[in-house]
């Protein structure tokens, strides 16, 4: 079906512009969705998967202030975020790379994570990427469940 702004400050703007909502329905996830386009030619298939497509963008940038720690961008020029923005897909591209590759079953935030804190250490890659020097969690014994801080046997701090 088709709508148009009916706000003022937006029927200021785009006066002209007719909208069109989609639905289209997700057999695998058993939903329906509804997506605004501007567009008369498109089908409802392709609208869903231009926003698909869109989606992985998002999820891209989402990757990127999660696990790159990047709060701001360094310039503001185009040529700066852009440099800064291929920078960090190239980063991205090459933790899922060496992720993929890898023999244990990384997760891409624990991977970023230690590589970060392995960077300037002299270890072989493939051998840390396969057999990584991570201590797996122990679960702390019987006697100490409850207590606030387990600090070895026979010493806690009990709530």
């Given at each position: ?19 069109r909502v989609v639905q289209w ?135």
């Amino acid at each position: 079906y088709e709508m148009s702004f009916t706000g003022t400050q937006a029927r200021k703007h785009c006066e002209d512009m007719r909208f069109r909502v989609v639905q289209w329905y997700d057999e695998k996830t058993d939903r329906w969705f509804e997506f605004l386009t501007n567009s008369k030619e498109l089908t409802a298939p392709e609208v869903a998967d231009l926003y698909k497509d869109r989606w992985q963008i998002e999820l891209f940038f989402k990757r990127i202030k999660q696990n790159l720690v990047i709060k701001s961008f360094v310039g503001t020029t185009e040529n700066a975020v852009m440099t800064q923005i291929w920078t960090a897909a190239i980063a991205i591209l090459l933790l899922e790379l060496l992720r993929r590759r890898s023999k244990y079953n990384w997760t891409f935030c624990r991977l970023a994570r230690y590589f970060k804190l392995n960077l300037m250490t002299c270890k072989s890659l493939e051998h840390w990427l396969n057999k990584p020097d991570i201590k797996e969690w122990e679960s702390p014994p019987e006697s100490s469940r409850g207590c606030l801080y387990f600090l070895g046997e026979g010493v806690d701090f009990t709530i």
